[in-house]
């Protein structure tokens, strides 16, 4: 408890320090009229007080006096309020950019893929995303109790001035501040425990308006079934929720009932007071005002206090995400060898295995293997032998378990990582669709020429994607995807072409990686691709890449200097197509299988 | 979409709450039963509040036996009744609109997912506007409420208005007049300062979008890979930063110039104020009016100001989410009013006449496009041009032709998501504009490219093929037995339940298997309710060679009996079927059996050579 405590504490520093980052006078200031704000109700009562007393006491010239000062007060107050309130709006925003920022910076600078592909990390890592809201109400949250604070320490004053017994009153509804924040928090529990539902009925909401699924729910007619579906499941999970609320409604009766017999308590033993001579009629005037607005501030502080334990669950998540160390240790620049700029000698692997975080199954096995510099290798082998997890420690998103891999004789792990992606192209078979104009949807392939639309084009054509973009309305400059203004789609084979241009926009890579990456192209098409990159790796083999092929085609894999077979993550064969057809073993019964239907 | 009128936003705001009230008819009666209650109660407390005040002193005065005394002790029963009842019917308050929110929420869901499905055929998910508008309408969910909710606030604030103004009013007439008047101009401003700042941010939020989506592309899984190869990090961050700024900058420069408005017209407020209470107070000094009538009078006064400044304040906020209300709320309108598919061909009388008893034979005669044209909505390319194809029932027929030679589309135009533009198609000889739509798509068995992965167990991403037998575990089995991933199914940790999405609680299947389990569910589409036409888009472009082989010994006794359409750009998948069609600028260029289009030396030829040479073994196989 005392732990989940410090963590909401540096929750609030972590956030607060962002607050400030983004505007550090605004912050000030904000703090502090909140501050004053929450004492603002005391001294009105105050004021109201002295007025009257001065009145009741026959001193005019102290109540005229008293009475100015405090319109100036109300109105310095009030305007306050308005430069307030827009300073809060403000601030919000800033914040909530600040902490966007700084997700963004947190998650992406993460070398590997781990906390984005290992389940029970991404599920913190979306919880974070989804909730970015949530720093914003920890900003306003921290406002409203440095309000309710001040305030109320400024009213017990008041009160306990007026009578002793008085200080009572807080106590008396203390009981109702705890039930309260007790029904806060298990709304927020409840919530949580729906969730799952929530989302399932938001599925088929997205399955029924969605474009994506809008053929098959027309042809197998499900519009109805999804809807009876989805009325189903909300009226389940909804009946609950309100069945709860409402169970809990009845706890916040009786925590009102506290506060009103606080309350008539409060003002009754003033006004007996009064009448016993024991205190002045300004006293009352104070304890009428004072003791109702004490009251509002406990029952706001409860609230507040409520949202400590929504702030606390996603705040952990949060914190857990800025201490994040990612697996994939990246060594500073300074420090690691600087990146080939072409390939010399090769890459080699030497017995590599590796086991994806957090789950047990060995998916690369002791994997020794040598490319030399300027080769075309080629991955074949079924689903889940190894070929893309192979890519993926070629690419550094994760490091071997046992093992290394070398470039040159340089262990990948020592050397400068930017670099080396600098040096590397990339296609992967679960391409982006970026929703970005054509020119630069292309050219992130290369941020430094993403404006040379030259290389661009370049490009382009080399991946056949050039047709593609001479079809669109506005070239180039087309917006591409459905999700923003003008945009138009692409079919998904004109998207992987798109996909397999920006992966050769490397001006001249030591290793280009395409995995699977002519599954939606026409026959054409992948033939000029292939005959693309034959011809790129042998132009001048002093200059070629090291390019590494994933493909359950064997029409594409044949082309290649070098196949390596893998088999339950263990390589099983090497060779080139000859080589291999020969030896008859599990790629001459693959490729036979295809053959026999041409 | 275009900037709603304050009209636009009225109808659409009162739509809304029409909308509200028959999501939950009761509780909403309920909800505004208690708002009777929980708004008269604190416009009671205030009212005995100023009673108690006022009479206090005479009170003290006159000791507490006195009338006076009596009349305090009744003002503190008023007082500590009425507080008692708003917070007693406070909580219950809160939860019949948290459950009235709710309903209505899903009610709204329930209403835009009923308008959607209605819309038979695609032409709106071409339309932009469409689109944005049903993006929109995704979160308007709680505008509505929002309004009902602030409507409740008004008239508890209302209430307790008017009792301050009357408490105020004990002291003269022109107190509760002035502060109110005053406190107008004030109000005003910030109504509009919101509307106006409001409307900036609506206007950007095109903007706002781009930003969301470069955040996403740093923290989500999908574009991962890419954006490290890439090394974009720093580059999405900085066009995040960008389009954030887009989006709010001209909001904030409005906000700080409208503040000053507010500022100035807000003085008038407390000048109103101010006046109210000096000359209350000189009055009191001068002994005209009791101490009491003063204190009483001049908490109400300054109660009334600062709540008339912050209900219209309110207010003003209140109208932010109700932007976006009328579009939303033309969505729910649409298939009424324009369905862009013509379906009055079919007359219940021609139905009846094309449809008679269940089961009743037809003449099959198959399908046929006959000068079929046809271009996308709201784009210019002629996709089909007057096309003409013959399949006869029971064969089956291979679509080949390069990507965006119209493939897809003709599959389209069969399954009656458009019209052509020209031509007609005909199925055993009648125009598929005179069918019942829903009877003539369960004639349908069809996997497209770009199949839905529903988030959902095996049994309904299998059994959505045929709705009425998915609880028929035998057809089901059957199904998936067809395609070969029977096995794997049954093998799942729930078997069957088995969610097939990690995110759901379930596992994640290969590309590979959602194939086989899209083409399953096509498959339950032939047994489960009989279709007989067979459509397969791209069957097999995620398989590897082990299971396309499979399938291709399965093929002749999928489409045995069945009018089946094939396209595909793996040649070895292609000559599964009898006939090949190549279509090329919108038509039909070559049309035979794969030795007759290899002789021809044609087109087909070509591209198969292209294909095949990469398969042909020098003299090891042959």
Partial sequence: MSGTFSRVVRVYRVILGLAFAAAKGKAVALFLTAGIFGMFGAVTGLVTKLVVDALSGGDPGRAMGIGVLYLVLYGVAALMDDVASLLQSDLGERT??????????????????????????????????DRSFIPYFAFTNLNAMSSVLFGLTAAVVLLAFVHPVLILLPVVVAPG???????????????????????????????????????????????????ERHRKLTDEYNGMLFADQLRRAWAGVAAGGLYGAGLAGAIGFVGWLAIDGRATLGDVALVVQVARM?????????????????????????????????????????????????????????GVSFTYPGTEEQVLSDVSLFIPAHTTVALVGENGAGKTSLVKLLCRFYDPTAGRITVDGVDLRDMDLDGWRERTGAAFQDFVHFQLVASEAVGVGDLPAI????????????????????????????????????????????????????GLMRPAPALLVLDEPTASLDPRAEHEVFATFASMARTGSEEGPITILVSHRFSTVRMADMIVVLHDGRIEEVGSHDELLAAGGRYAQLFRMQASRY | MDQPTPRDELVANARGMGLVARSAPGLAFILLAMTVVSGAAPAVAVAGTGKFLATLPEAIAAGAASPA??????????????????????????????????????????????????????????????????????????????TLQFMVQVFQQGAQLVAMAAVAATYAGWVPVLVLLSAVPGGVASWRFESITGLARWRRSEDTRRAEYYRN????????????????????????????????????????????????????????????????LRSTIDGRTAVGT?????????????????????????????????????????????????LSGTTPARRAHLHPAQGAARARTGIRFQGV???????????????DLDIEAGTSVALVGENGAGKTTLIKLLCRFYDPDEGRITVDGVDIREFDLDDYRSRLAVIFQDFVHYNLPARDNVGFGALQRAGDASVLREAAARVGILEQIEALPEGWDTTLAREFGGVDLSGGEWQRVALARAMMAQVGRDADLLVLDEPTASLDVRIENELYGHFAELSRGKTTLLVSHRFSTVRMAGRIVLVAGGRVVEDGGHETLIAAGGRYAELYEVQASHYRLTGTLE
């Fill in chain 2, 294 to 342: 003063f204190t009483a009078a001049s908490i109400a006064a300054v109660g009334l100001s600062t709540a008339v400044v912050a209900m219209l304040r309110e207010a003003s906020r209140a109208r932010r989410s109700s932007f976006y209300l009328p579009s939303a709320m033309r969505v729910l309108g649409l298939a009424e009013a324009d369905p862009r598919l013509d």
């Fill in chain 1, 177 to 227: 501040v705890v039930i309260q924040f007790e029904n806060y928090r298990k709304h927020f529990k409840r919530h949580d425990r729906t969730a799952p539902d929530e989302r399932l009925a938001r599925h088929y909401l997205e399955l029924a308006t969605e474009p994506a699924s809008a053929k098959e729910v027309r042809l197998f007619g499900l519009g109805p079934h999804l809807i």
């Fill in chain 1, 294 to 350: 004490a009251v509002g501030q406990v029952q706001g502080a409860a609230r507040q206090a409520a949202w400590l334990a929504e702030l606390s669950f996603v705040g952990e998540r949060y914190l857990w995400l800025l201490e994040y160390r990612p697996t994939v240790v990246v060594k500073p620049a300074g420090e690691a060898a600087p990146a080939p700029a072409r390939v010399e000698a090769g890459i080699a692997f030497e």
């Fill in chain 2, 217 to 280: 592309l740093a923290v989500t899984r999908e574009p991962g890979k890419e954006l490290r190869i890439f090394s974009l990090p720093a580059w999405a961050r900085a066009r995040q930063a960008r389009h954030w700024l887009a989006g709010v900058q001209e909001m904030l420069a409005l906000r700080r110039t409208g503040l000053q408005w507010v500022l100035g017209l807000h003085a008038v407020a407390v000048a109103g104020v101010a006046v109210a209470y000096v000359v209350m």
């Fill in chain 2, 69 to 146: 005394g009596r009349e305090v002790r009744e003002a503190l029963v008023l007082i500590a009744g009425a507080v008692f009842l708003s917070q007693l019917v406070g909580p219950l308050q809160q939860a019949v609109l948290f459950g009235l929110q709710r309903k209505f929420e899903a009610y709204l869901s329930r209403r835009l997912m009923t308008a959607t499905v209605a819309l038979p055929g695609l032409a709106y998910f071409e339309d932009p506007e469409f689109r944005d508008e049903l993006a929109v309408a995704h979160w308007i969910g709680f505008g509505p409420v929002h």
């Fill in chain 2, 373 to 387: 044209s046809f271009t996308y909505p709201g784009t210019d390319r002629r996709i089909l041009d007057r096309l």
């Fill in chain 1, 96 to 129: 909530s950019q600040a902490v966007e920022q700084k997700l963004m910076e947190v998650s992406s600078s993460a070398a590997g893929l781990e906390h984005l592909e290992r389940p029970e990390y991404a599920d913190k890592v979306k919880l974070v995303k």
């Fill in chain 1, 451 to 502: 404006d040379d639309l030259e290389r661009v084009g370049a490009s382009a054509r080399q991946a056949g994607a050039d047709r593609v973009i001479e079809r669109l309305p506005g070239g180039l400059s087309t917006q591409l995807g459905r999700w923003f203004e003008n945009g138009v789609d692409l079919s998904e084979g004109e998207w992987q072409r798109v996909a397999l241009a920006r």
